[in-house]
């Protein structure tokens, strides 16, 4: 993985009318968020970005207006998915009508550089979709550049910092977002991770952060080291998450784009086996995998949800090189090993069934756009939490006991639900197949939003 936690790819689609996607222009940073290409180094972990033309030839152009599901699926020959759509999948609309929606808790979101214009673009998200617009607060943390659109390190953290606005929002739209904007892209190793950490541990220690949504990911064996045993490049940065352990924040990760290996730079095998990143294979953090939802236009089921895994990625998931088996999952030791395994829960992240967002900070490419990935996963399930934390009435801290604990009884109570069919392949490496019960494909599975909400939150 590198900076954002999936894998950052640009994708273009013939114009209105084309059948099919066209991988015109696929820039693959190790990992990251699909948006716009970046770079091979960075690794925003959630996405890919697909971006219809509104021509008769391929572009990078935005649309003018988001298509129904129907539409997508008859002009460019895949499934597109709205916030509120979302809502409905994941039976949240019965939270809202309670009154829990996010109010007074905090979403602290960390992307390098960050965007120029994100609060314009969240406005028009939410003016779309029918969603209450909030003043998003943005902390610049060291020496952040002046934003170059030109720049497709800058353009493609951009599209990352909108997708987790926008989804963490569309998700706990009354929970205070704080965007924390660093100066140094984090890439596969350490670089950009100590700044990233610094800002996390500051924001904890002044109250400011109950759910840390982190879309970036290194790959644990590029930590210098990693090959000579030695893990001290690794495990003296996890400062921010012993703080947040100590303040009862909750840490999300996202677990990556590239199935079973997150190693890999323009498409080239760095690799050719399983290996996990961090921090989505901290103990200390709750890992967010990817699935397949397939939905109608009004966002019901047509089909039981699937482990993400298409052309264009899969979502993450494995054992750790570093860290040993947790005790919250010794239930699942059968699964797991003497490891630490991810994803711990999964949620959308298809590129064949994208979320829509909208965008400006490039010029030549306004407009609206599908994004997929672990980074579209990771702010949604931050946006779960932070409803979660509000019918609580406090923090629920590190979210890993709990749902463990919640996998111990009968789906109707928990809200957790299994996801059995698929697997996390990807390029040549097999990954792990999806099974009733944990498997390390899809963790403990998905959920149904109004049950789990109150399962985890003891309500």
């Not at 916030?83 to 979403?107: C, F, H, M, S, W």
């Not at 950009?192 to 840390?212: H, N, Q, T, Y």
């Not at 399983?274 to 699935?291: E, F, H, K, M, Y």
Request: a negative charge.
């Amino acid at each position: 993985m590198g900076s954002p936690a999936t894998l950052r790819r640009a994708l273009a689609l013939f114009a209105a009318g084309a059948t099919a996607l066209t991988a015109a222009s696929v820039s693959v940073p190790a990992l990251g968020a699909a948006s716009a290409a970046s770079p091979a180094s960075a690794h925003p972990a959630s996405g890919v970005h697909v971006r219809p033309a509104s021509s008769g030839h391929t572009s990078a152009v935005g649309r003018p207006a988001p298509l129904s599901t129907s539409q997508c699926v008859s002009q460019i020959g895949i499934h597109c998915y709205s916030p509120l759509q979302y809502r409905t999948a994941y039976n949240l609309d019965p939270l809202y009508q309670e009154g829990v929606t996010g109010k007074g808790r905090t979403i602290v979101i960390v992307d390098s550089f960050g965007s120029p214009t994100i609060q314009h673009d969240l406005e028009v998200f939410d003016k779309q979709w029918g969603i209450p617009d909030t003043q998003v607060e943005v902390v610049k943390w060291g020496n952040v550049p002046v934003f170059d659109p030109t720049n497709p390190d800058h353009t493609g953290w951009a599209g990352e910092t909108t997708l987790d606005v926008e989804y963490a929002h569309a998700i706990a739209p009354d929970a205070h977002i704080v965007l924390v904007e660093t100066g140094v892209a984090e890439t596969e190793g350490t670089t950009g991770l100590p700044e990233m950490m610094d800002a996390e541990r500051a924001l904890i220690k002044s109250g400011r952060a109950d759910v840390i949504s982190q879309s970036f990911g290194a790959t644990e064996n590029t930590f210098p080291g990693y090959d000579k045993g030695d893990f001290k490049p690794l495990t003296d940065l996890r400062y921010a998450f012993k703080e947040a352990a100590a303040r009862d924040v909750t840490v999300l990760a996202a677990s990556g784009d590239n199935g079973a290996t997150d190693a890999q730079e323009n498409g080239t095998d760095l690799y050719p086996y399983r290996v996990n990143s961090w921090p989505s294979s901290d103990p200390l953090v709750t890992s967010i995998g990817g699935t397949q939802l397939s939905l109608d236009d009004a966002g019901k089921r047509t089909a039981p949800d699937k482990v993400w895994h298409d052309k264009y990625g899969a979502g993450g998931g494995g054992v750790s090189g570093i860290f040993e088996r947790p005790l919250y999952q010794a239930g699942v030791a059968n699964v797991t090993g003497n490891h630490r395994g991810t994803p711990d829960i999964s949620m959308s992240a298809a590129v064949d069934g994208g979320a829509w967002t909208y965008e400006s900070y490039d010029p030549t490419s306004v407009g609206w756009h599908l994004t997929g990935g672990t980074s579209e996963a990771t702010p949604i399930f931050s946006g779960v939490v932070a409803l979660a934390d509000q019918l609580a009435g406090h923090r629920l801290g590190q979210l890993n006991w709990r749902l463990y604990g919640l996998d111990l009884l009968p789906q109707q109570w928990s809200g957790l639900v299994d996801v059995t069919t698929g697997d996390n392949s990807w390029d040549t490496v097999t990954g792990y197949q999806a099974a009733k019960g944990y498997d390390l494909a899809s963790g403990l599975g998905t959920i149904d939003g109004a049950k789990f909400v109150h399962a985890i939150a003891g309500r």
